[in-house]
């Protein structure tokens, strides 16, 4: 059969299993495996078992996985949220937008804590959004900053979906967690410029916390003093890793330790808070293992088809160049990220995209940071960006889904043009790996 008709059959059979609602993990599994058998026999089914246990269970970076989701975790369910939102609000409450901006700045702490997309929304969701209702906060802007800063965790190390890429692409994790720390900033910076202006021009939009409420600078000090450990927990997992003391599972699992020591410092470890916090490991774990699994089946197939090389010539033979194939990819990326999650994205795209980035000519770190920004946007676009059904999900109930669409249309455009500077500008991301690693 040739691999242009294969390439057909596999795209209206993932299709067809998506739409018909299946999980997205059994879809690709069942796919490959039924390929597998009516092309090449019974016999042939050892090559997907050996490629799971094999290739993917035998992965040591596969442990960095569930210990950073129980980091994440634990820093959830400990209520260090809670603390480093109220010492950022005490700071900035006065100002317009100060609790937006500090929401922002929670959610980007927390980014670097969990790896986890909708952790930082749930969490601030909770926290933070009935904080700045309350004060009178315009709801379009309440909700827009704490959707949008809760998917910082999908680009600021030590995203999930960044392991998640560096093994299938076969790219350092190392490198490309430094290389998200500047365009995950850049973004942050953008939102809260963005804030900082529209309650300037509007002042409604953001009212500052009346004059009586807010503290002395020695009681400032004092409750600035919850920040201290989640920072020194980020700097111990990232200087572990970029300073070449451990890997990234390692630096995990370090993660995971310090999250757990932090938590019985804020005396919130009891028997039901690890139930939920394993429970909840648990689930989110085998979810995403269960996806690499059926990826890995889909890819096996395909790849030994000859099908990625079918769409490398494909794309070669467009006329569209460097910059057109690019824009082409991260068009196709941004449409199945509005309705698929983005690990499942990494396993679908990965073996195609990796043959072309290589053709190309474009750096893989470069283009794995490109990648996530993608996933990153399309992770709040309407309609069925996830993290605004997170959102949906902690609102309040006279909160509408539609007043969360348009709430998140500004912060989009944003990363939208975060994206297209990074693209432009390389360097942005490629810096930090360069320093660290070298060229």
């Given at each position: 059969?040739e691999?242009g008709?294969?390439t057909?059959?596999?795209?209206?059979?993932?299709?067809f299993?998506l739409?018909?609602g299946?999980?997205i993990?059994?879809?690709?599994?069942a796919?490959?495996?039924?390929f597998t058998y009516f092309?090449?026999g019974?016999?042939?089914m050892l090559?997907?078992?050996?490629?799971?246990?094999?290739?993917?269970m035998m992965?040591f970076?596969l442990?960095a996985i569930?210990?950073?989701?129980?980091?994440?975790?634990?820093l959830?369910h400990?209520?260090?949220?809670d603390?480093l939102f109220s010492?950022?609000?005490?700071?900035g409450g006065?100002l317009?937008?100060?609790l937006?901006?500090a929401?922002?700045?929670v959610c980007?702490?927390f980014?670097?804590?969990?790896?986890?997309?909708?952790?930082?929304t749930v969490?601030?969701g909770?926290?933070a959004?009935?904080?700045?209702?309350?004060?009178?906060?315009?709801?379009k802007?309440a909700?827009?900053c704490?959707?949008a800063?809760g998917?910082?965790?999908?680009?600021?190390?030590p995203?999930?979906?960044m392991?998640?890429?560096?093994?299938?692409?076969?790219?350092?994790i190392?490198k490309?967690?430094?290389?998200g720390?500047?365009?995950?900033?850049l973004?942050?910076a953008?939102f809260?410029v963005?804030?900082l202006i529209?309650?300037?021009l509007?002042?409604?939009y953001g009212?500052?916390?009346p004059?009586?409420?807010?503290?002395?600078?020695?009681?400032?000090?004092?409750?600035?003093?919850?920040?201290?450990?989640?920072?020194l927990l980020?700097?111990a997992?990232?200087?572990?890793?970029f300073?070449?003391?451990?890997?990234?599972?390692?630096?995990?699992a370090?993660?995971a330790?310090?999250s757990?020591i932090?938590m019985?410092a804020?005396?919130k470890?009891?028997w039901?808070s690890?139930r939920?916090?394993?429970?909840?490991?648990?689930?989110?774990s085998?979810m995403?293992l269960?996806?690499?699994f059926?990826?890995y089946c889909?890819?096996?197939i395909?790849t030994a088809?000859?099908?990625?090389?079918?769409?490398?010539?494909l794309?070669?033979d467009?006329?569209f160049g460097?910059w057109?194939?690019f824009?082409?990819?991260?068009v196709?990326?941004?449409?199945?990220?509005?309705?698929?999650d983005?690990?499942?994205?990494?396993?679908?795209?990965a073996?195609i995209?990796?043959?072309?980035?290589k053709?190309m000519g474009?750096?893989?770190i470069?283009?794995?940071v490109?990648?996530?920004?993608?996933?990153?946007?399309?992770y709040i676009s309407?309609p069925?960006?996830?993290?605004?059904?997170?959102?949906?999900?902690?609102?309040?109930?006279?909160?509408?889904i539609?007043?969360?669409?348009?709430a998140i249309i500004p912060?989009?455009v944003?990363?939208?043009?975060?994206?297209?500077i990074?693209?432009i500008?390389?360097?942005i991301a490629l810096w930090i790996?360069?320093?660290l690693?070298?060229?």
């Open positions: 059969m691999p008709m294969i057909l059959l596999l795209v209206i059979c993932m299709i299993g739409v018909s299946l999980p993990a059994f879809v690709l599994g796919i490959g495996t039924i092309l090449w019974p016999h042939a090559m997907i078992t050996s490629t799971i246990f094999g290739k993917a992965s970076g442990l569930p210990l950073f989701i129980l980091m994440g975790n634990i959830q400990s209520g260090i949220a603390r010492a950022f609000y005490i700071w006065r317009g937008g100060g937006a901006v929401a922002i700045i980007t702490l980014a670097a804590m969990t790896g986890i997309g909708g952790a930082g969490t601030m909770l926290i959004l009935p904080a700045m209702i309350s004060r009178g906060y315009n709801k802007l909700l827009g704490i959707g800063g998917a910082l965790g999908i680009l600021l190390p995203s999930i979906i392991i998640i890429y560096g093994m299938i692409t076969q790219t350092s190392g490309l967690f430094a290389a720390i500047l365009p995950g900033l973004l942050a953008l809260v963005y804030i529209i309650c300037k509007y002042p409604s009212p500052g916390v004059e009586e409420e807010t503290l002395t600078l020695k009681e400032k000090v004092v409750n600035t003093k919850s920040v201290i450990g989640p920072l980020i700097l997992v990232l200087g572990a890793i300073g070449g003391f451990a890997t990234p599972t390692e630096g995990a370090i993660g330790f310090g757990l932090l019985i804020s005396r470890l009891n039901a690890f939920d916090v394993s429970l909840s490991t648990l689930r989110y085998c995403v269960w996806i690499i059926g990826a889909f890819s096996t395909y088809l000859g099908a990625s090389t079918f769409f490398s010539n794309v070669q467009l006329p460097y057109g194939v824009i082409l990819l991260q196709i990326f941004f449409v199945l990220g509005t309705f698929l983005p690990g499942a994205i990494v396993m679908i795209t073996p995209a990796m043959p072309v980035v053709l474009y750096d893989p470069w283009f794995g490109i990648f996530v920004m993608n996933m990153q946007v399309a309407p069925f960006g996830y993290n605004l059904f997170y959102l949906k999900s902690i609102a309040p109930p006279e909160i509408e539609k007043d969360i669409y348009l912060f989009v944003i990363q939208i043009i975060a994206l297209i990074v693209a500008f390389p360097q790996p360069d320093l690693f070298g060229v």
